[in-house]
């Protein structure tokens, strides 16, 4: 599990406390998700080029649909409320 170091301000400056991630780690980030999905995306495209990798950049990020994105969310223990008018 990764871990998140925070070093706290005092006046030497060597007050550092150590505190686990949140218990869901990145699996509980809808971002992470849908940064695994480009990256993996870009991995199969293995360009060998700057324009190439650029085409394959944006073919990535349009491949991340609007069902994508809301299931990340729901993945990740967000649920969806109804906003009334």
């Known amino acids: 599990m990764p871990f998140l170091?925070?070093?706290t301000a005092s006046s030497d400056f060597?007050?550092?406390?150590q505190r686990k991630q949140n218990h869901r780690g990145?699996?509980?980030?809808?971002?992470?998700e849908a940064f695994a999905k480009i990256k993996n995306l870009l991995r199969k495209a293995s360009?060998?080029?700057k324009g190439a990798l650029v085409e394959a950049i944006g073919a990535a990020l349009?491949?991340?649909?609007?069902?994508?994105?809301?299931?990340?969310?729901?993945?990740?223990?967000?649920?969806?409320?109804?906003?009334?008018?």
């Open 5 to 7: 170091f925070i070093a």
């Open 14 to 17: 060597s007050v550092t406390e």
């Open 26 to 32: 990145t699996h509980g980030n809808p971002i992470e």
């Open 47 to 49: 360009t060998r080029t």
């Open 62 to 85: 349009s491949a991340v649909s609007a069902a994508d994105a809301r299931a990340f969310f729901e993945h990740a223990g967000y649920r969806p409320t109804a906003h009334l008018l």
